[in-house]
């Protein structure tokens, strides 16, 4: 449809509480003023104002001001808000206000608040002429999942995901919000931001009001169809009452109901889980009676579904996401890494005759069950012990503390020894054997020595597994996004990329200047920021150079920073440097978070996730600060690790400083290798319209050179 001929969304604001029907009729008149309706050149008529306001359907917005006079928020404007559509706007005004009070804590506290403060919460009205019921559900559904990405924002009191699928307007409803949501942000900047800003952020790429493929939408059916068959076994009881309040757990009693979903990188492995947790939560109530008042039941009775996150920033954006739509009331409730989960629900060892809040043992020691786990990028759990961990699988150790699991998992992402798959596994985990393609459940023995190998412990897991192919990241040609597989691929292989000219362009660029490709990512950055985007352009690299977050690179030099350094001999070729300071034919830049502490603050940085720091576009990342999250353009520097010979792509772990990946373990057969193609394949996959590359090796630097059609140059 020619954006030009779309409909023009009418917004109209209304002091909250006045919801008489004169009050309406005093608004409309009101806008008509305003915006000078019926004029010359008005795109509405005056006769049809009344009408698209009371007697179409209609989306609104209640928004509340809960600023604290700038002391608790460090001097912002937190909002809660409320998003809604219906047929009748006066009736449903008066009902949230006269009677969700009575049924609903999250109404009767704004309400309060509005007698309070009764300039302070406002209703945003939207209208339009194509406006039906799957429409309005949908604007409803996007306006959802923005609200919960937008900074100022504290709370979204929302309890139901509403996305639509084919209806006779769908093809209008891009359009529409577009509209809208401008409007909107001409309005009030502070609490509806630049659009693009809001598509850039991390907390609405996780955003469980996202609307699902048809590949996630029949994986989050065969789910929850797992889950409601739980329940209906257990209708006698409640399912409600399967928490961790039940003393200590028989296993043998109820295998776990385990569901492996397992999706390469950009597969929308993220979305689908935010999506399912807040289904579970919201639909089944397995998160405390989200509907009906529940202040009477304590923090702990309503911890009843987790989502268990060990990369320290994806734990940050599900935190944020679960304060805002109100699934925690602080961070870590439902929220957990491994450690934190296991020891939740385990007898505790004790010293001195006090608990010292750490599992006695692992395996041996489970205090009783939550009734779902979801754990995201499980491929990071640990396989052996650590400082923190005394037992020798986390997976294993979580899945005895569950009655359900839903376990998210790329074997391509395995980036450590420690969280290396053995037979066993990866047979349990779908990867080999016929469990492969297996979509109903099966149970599965699982024999578990522990961390002393003095004993054996079997358990039976009800297994079954889904498969998510479909890349939702990369937003390139299916030869284009081929190309990157054969590349990332255990041959390879880097044939000649010749992309669709038909479809969706992805820009790949190789560069024989590790400086002319930060050019390149520092122009993206601002073509990208001055769309009102975020910018999310940055540049990463293998995991090639020296870093220590517990050292400094120099005692004697504050200033001084851990560095990816490249030098150019008088040949023109560049080679790796362990130190040095950018000069001429020289380039040096600080990397993986060595930024942080030069900005200060850093507690509160780290809960941004690093790419949406505007000061990283002045360093370089590693697999550890962009593992889980997008860029829009990807500049990778591919270090001495990482060779062309033989018609291949070949790597040299002695060349690596990454000793999380290639220190092997003595009683697995490990391949290292493995692991530093898992990073390459991460790095390579980042970028959402782009990739820009350099290599240090000569040969793969060419090799890729021709691939693309030859090196690209940057204008100054």
């Known amino acids: 449809m020619d954006s030009s001929s779309a409909p023009q969304p009418v917004v109209m604001t209304l002091p909250y509480g006045d919801s008489r029907d004169e009050d309406f009729s005093k608004a409309i008149a009101e806008y008509k003023q305003r915006e000078a309706v019926g004029s010359q050149g008005s795109n509405l008529e005056e006769r049809l104002l009344e009408e698209l306001f009371l007697r179409y359907p209609t989306v609104y917005i209640v928004s509340a001001d809960i600023r604290d006079s700038g002391k608790k928020h460090g001097g912002g404007s937190p909002y809660v808000v409320y998003v809604g559509e219906t047929n009748d706007i006066r009736s449903r005004t008066r009902q949230h206000i006269e009677l969700d009070p009575r049924t609903r804590t999250d109404w009767e506290r704004l309400v309060r608040f509005m007698r309070n403060n009764h300039d302070r919460v406002c209703q945003y009205i939207i209208g339009d002429r194509h406006f039906n019921k799957s429409l309005t559900l949908d604007m409803e559904n996007r306006l959802m999942g923005y609200m919960q990405s937008v900074d100022s924002v504290k709370l979204v009191m929302n309890r139901r995901t509403n996305a639509q699928d084919m209806y006779y307007t769908s093809d209008e409803f891009d359009s529409i919000f577009s509209k809208a949501w401008q409007t909107l942000h001409q309005m009030e900047p502070d609490l509806f931001p630049e659009e693009k800003a809001i598509l850039d952020s991390a907390l609405f790429k996780a955003s469980p009001f996202r609307k699902l493929t048809d590949e996630q939408r029949r994986a989050e059916e065969a789910v929850l169809h797992v889950l409601e068959s739980v329940i209906v076994q257990n209708a006698s009881e409640g399912f409600h009452s399967m928490t961790e309040s039940t003393g200590p757990v028989q296993i043998e009693d109820a295998h776990t109901q385990v569901i492996v979903v397992q999706g390469m990188s950009g597969t929308g492995k993220t979305v689908l889980l935010s999506h399912l947790f807040y289904q579970i939560c919201a639909r089944y109530g397995i998160y405390g009676n989200l509907n009906g008042k529940d202040d009477n039941r304590s923090s702990k009775a309503r911890q009843r579904s987790y989502i268990i996150v060990n990369q320290a920033e994806q734990a940050n954006v599900y935190n944020q996401m679960a304060l805002k739509l109100g699934l925690q009331k602080k961070r870590g409730q439902c929220v957990v890494g491994a450690v934190q989960f296991i020891n939740r629900f385990s007898k505790h060892t004790n010293q001195n005759g006090r608990s010292t809040g750490r599992a006695a043992d692992p395996m041996n020691s489970v205090d009783a069950q939550a009734d ?139 560069f024989d200047s590790p400086k002319d490709l930060r050019k390149f990512i520092r122009r993206k950055d601002q073509e990208q920021r001055s769309e009102g985007s975020l910018g999310l352009c940055r540049l990463l690299a293998t995991y090639d150079w020296p870093y220590n977050s517990r050292n400094h690179p120099d005692p004697r030099d504050p200033s001084r920073h851990w560095q990816v350094v490249l030098r150019q001999e008088d040949s023109g070729r560049w080679v790796w440097v362990e130190e040095g300071q950018e000069g001429d034919g020289e380039f040096a830049m600080p990397w993986n978070y060595e930024l942080y502490e030069a900005q200060g603050n850093s507690a509160a940085n780290h809960r941004i996730a690093w790419a949406e720091l505007p000061f990283t576009i002045d360093e370089v990342g590693s697999i550890f600060t962009i593992q889980g999250f997008d860029l829009n353009y990807a500049g990778v520097i591919i270090g001495p690790s990482v060779t062309y010979r033989n018609g291949k792509i070949e790597f040299d772990p002695k060349l690596s400083c990454n000793t999380l990946a290639t220190n092997q373990r003595p009683e697995l057969e490990m391949n290292p290798v493995d692991n530093l193609r898992h990073e390459f394949n991460v790095l390579l996959k980042r970028g959402v319209h782009g990739l820009g590359l350099f290599a240090v090796d000569p040969d793969l630097r060419d090799r890729l050179a021709w691939a693309v059609g030859g090196f690209a140059r940057v204008q100054d």
């Not at 054969?486 to 010749?498: F, S, W």
């Open 372 to 510: 779902v786990v979801l754990i995201d990028e499980a491929h990071l759990l640990l396989t052996q012990g650590s400082q923190s961990y005394s037992g020798s699988n986390q997976l294993y150790d979580i899945l005895r503390r569950a009655k359900v699991a839903i376990v998210v998992f790329d074997p391509e992402q395995i980036l450590r020894g420690s969280q290396f798959v053995d037979a066993q596994e990866s047979r349990f985990l779908g990867l080999t054997g016929s469990e492969h393609d297996q979509t109903s459940s099966q149970p599965m023995l699982i024999r578990e020595k522990s961390r002393d190998g003095q004993h054996v412990r079997e358990d039976t897991f009800q297994v079954s597994h889904i498969r998510l192919d479909q890349q939702m990241r990369i937003q390139a040609d299916p030869a284009t996004c081929a190309w990157l597989d054969r590349v990332t691929a255990k041959d390879g292989v880097i044939g000649p990329l010749h992309p669709d000219p038909w479809e969706h362009p992805y820009e790949i660029k190789v």
